[in-house]
């Protein structure tokens, strides 16, 4: 068991790490976090910023093999996956379509919703007092469907969701959207609204967030790279990064998509791939939207700021690919339109991509490098890395501190994998 006034090195800056680093500082422990960019510039930037314990289903669902395989054919599909010959990705596809089965689904769902539960009490416990600017909203999160069909497929799953995890949602008809949101066209088929849904923007929560553990002692070191370690049997002794060597008693790799590669040098292999997605943000418009939405139909998410707001979408197997294309970011916008009675700002203020690190059973990577004894992962968490944060972090700190987690922790660990 480890004592309080040990030192962790938590390498990568993003959402994940800022969540570990202030459970770790709470307890007692002294905190460094390297990220060899700049502190949550990734993925923990540009996405909706929802934190949704509406969220249950995984990806793996039974028609997602079939909307994949369609795809292929397609790439202007809001969920497409870009054929390519790489043993690595090929695998992970092959076990992705083993698990797209309602067993599996509800499998997975009900280790996401032990988790989504944890993380959504920490969040209020940690944003109520102060929100550190994240512009955090209470308003749930509103899915809306433009057809009768859509809205009806939803009503299974809002059914399944009621059934099985507790979790439902308040009706809306579509001639009421227009008066719960004005900036709904009228002609909608209707909508559901998480009301335990929150929202936040996610780059303003993560340098408040960061702001706060400094002021308590914490240590981010930007431009940061890891580029191996040193061990002693099952001990990391330090690691070398493009700084210098650089030692702690643990450390705790939370990297995102990324981590699959990094991962190899602590003697793991991890599934992830990255599952690339793209927003826009610009000013409000008028009669701009007041909740956060989902257009699932679109694949769209809408989320409303106090200085504007942000459209983002899509999921790309495309690689590590870097490019942002035009066509993509006019696709969130013509897909966002239909729905909104007034036309969208014609300028971006910001274009951004970002890569989410999938794994194949739509499960988080939180537990012991299975090599080694003072190292541990925290990465994985599919689209949902925002939302489960705070349980991630707590988890975290109880592994190192030898205390009994909160919650079973077996499901997300590494070891599930070898």
């Known amino acids: 068991m480890s004592q309080p006034g040990e030192s962790v090195i938590i390498i990568g800056g993003g959402i994940i790490g800022i969540a570990c680093a202030h459970y770790l500082s709470r307890a007692g422990y002294g905190v460094t976090v390297i990220e060899q960019g700049t502190v949550a510039g990734a993925c923990s930037h540009g996405n909706c910023g929802y934190i949704a314990p509406s969220h249950v289903l995984p990806l793996t669902t039974p028609d997602a093999i079939g909307e994949a395989a369609r795809s292929l054919f397609n790439p202007a599909a809001a969920f497409r996956v870009k054929p390519r010959a790489d043993p690595a990705f090929l695998k992970w596809l092959w076990q992705f379509a083993r698990r797209c089965n309602r067993r599996d689904m509800l499998s997975a769902a009900a280790h996401l919703h032990a988790i989504l539960?944890?993380?959504?009490?920490?969040?209020?416990?940690?944003?109520?007092?102060?929100?550190?600017?994240?512009?955090?909203?209470?308003?749930?999160?509103?899915y809306v469907f433009q057809t009768e069909e859509g809205l009806a497929a939803h009503a299974e799953e809002d059914r399944l969701l009621t059934e099985h995890f507790g979790v439902s949602a308040r009706r809306i008809e579509g001639a009421e959207l227009p008066q719960f949101d004005g900036a709904l066209r009228s002609g909608l088929a209707g909508g559901y609204l998480y009301e335990d849904d929150t929202s936040v923007r996610a780059d303003r929560l993560s340098k408040g967030w960061r702001r706060k553990l400094?002021?308590?002692?914490?240590?981010?070191?930007?431009?940061?790279?890891?580029?191996?370690?040193?061990?002693?049997?099952?001990?990391?002794?330090?690691?070398?990064?493009?700084?210098?060597?650089?030692?702690?008693?643990?450390?705790?790799?939370?990297?995102?998509?990324?981590?699959?590669?990094?991962?190899?040098?602590?003697?793991?292999?991890?599934?992830?791939?990255?599952?690339?997605?793209?927003?826009?943000?610009?000013?409000?418009?008028?009669?701009?939207?007041?909740?956060?939405?989902?257009?699932?139909?679109?694949?769209?998410?809408?989320?409303?700021?106090?200085?504007?707001?942000?459209?983002?979408?899509?999921m790309e197997f495309a690689g590590y690919d870097r490019s942002i294309p035009k066509v993509r970011l006019q696709q969130l916008r013509s897909s966002a339109?239909?729905?909104?009675?007034?036309?969208?700002?014609?300028?971006?203020?910001?274009?951004?991509?970002?890569?989410?690190?999938?794994?194949?059973?739509?499960?988080?990577?939180?537990?012991?490098?299975?090599?080694?004894?003072?190292?541990?992962?925290?990465?994985?968490?599919?689209?949902?890395?925002?939302?489960?944060?705070?349980?991630?972090?707590?988890?975290?700190?109880?592994?190192?501190?030898?205390?009994?987690?909160?919650?079973?922790?077996?499901?997300?660990?590494?070891?599930?994998?070898?």
Not at 119 to 141: F, I, N, T, V
Not at 350 to 372: H, N, Q, V, Y
Not at 377 to 395: E, K, S, V
Request: net charge negative.
């Open 214 to 314: 400094k002021d308590s002692g914490v240590r981010f070191i930007e431009h940061c790279s890891f580029e191996g370690l040193e061990k002693n049997g099952r001990i990391v002794r330090r690691i070398l990064t493009s700084g210098g060597p650089m030692q702690a008693d643990h450390y705790v790799l939370a990297t995102g998509a990324l981590s699959t590669q990094l991962a190899q040098h602590f003697g793991a292999a991890l599934p992830i791939q990255p599952g690339k997605g793209y927003s826009i943000t610009m000013e409000a418009p008028d009669h701009g939207p007041t909740h956060p939405m989902l257009l699932p139909e679109h694949h769209v998410g809408i989320t409303p700021f106090d200085d504007g707001f942000r459209l983002g979408s899509m």
């Open 117 to 142: 539960q944890s993380s959504a009490a920490e969040y209020a416990a940690l944003l109520s007092d102060d929100p550190m600017g994240s512009q955090w909203r209470k308003a749930g999160l509103l």
């Open 337 to 418: 339109e239909p729905y909104l009675r007034a036309p969208l700002p014609e300028t971006n203020q910001e274009e951004w991509f970002g890569w989410r690190p999938m794994t194949w059973d739509s499960l988080p990577i939180i537990g012991r490098a299975p090599a080694l004894a003072n190292a541990l992962f925290a990465t994985g968490h599919n689209m949902l890395g925002l939302t489960l944060a705070p349980a991630t972090g707590r988890l975290v700190g109880e592994m190192i501190a030898g205390q009994t987690p909160h919650i079973d922790p077996e499901p997300y660990s590494p070891a599930r994998f070898n």
